[in-house]
């Protein structure tokens, strides 16, 4: 956009700016929660950590690490970063630890899960 141009808005109609605002202020946990899940869920690999752990309920790093191929300390520092994230959630069984995602974040991740599965369905009907 040019410097130069600015806003050509006559009258600017000050209660829908009011209630946009205040629908902003309503939600700012909600718009926190959101795109603090969205950051984590940027990175390819900590969504398909997240796809799979809604998948499959539960896995333990060497699982992840098995399935996608990485080291078992590369997948556990995704971990680290989703259970600061207070995405995850962890049970220890002996010495395996499994980790979940957290009911409230799949509530949230559930519709872009759907779109991945809907699209490889799609593409083995063409």
């Known amino acids: 956009m040019d410097e130069n141009q600015t806003c050509i808005r006559i009258l600017a109609d000050k209660n829908q700016i009011n209630a946009c605002k205040q629908k902003i202020n309503n939600n700012a946990n909600s718009f926190e929660q959101l795109s603090g ?9 900590r969504l398909k950590i997240m796809f799979l752990l809604e998948e499959e309920n ?3 790093p060497c699982d992840l690490a098995d399935i996608l191929g990485m080291s078992i300390p ?10 600061d994230g207070n995405m995850i959630e962890a049970r220890r069984s002996g010495q ?31």
């Open 37 to 45: 899940l969205l950051a984590l869920a940027g990175n390819e690999v």
């Open 58 to 60: 539960e896995l333990c």
């Open 74 to 83: 590369a997948v556990s520092q995704h971990l680290r970063k989703m259970k």
């Open 96 to 126: 395996t630890i499994f980790y979940s995602l957290k009911p409230e974040q799949l509530q949230l991740l559930q519709p872009f899960f759907k779109y991945i599965i809907n699209q490889n369905s799609n593409l083995e009907l063409a």
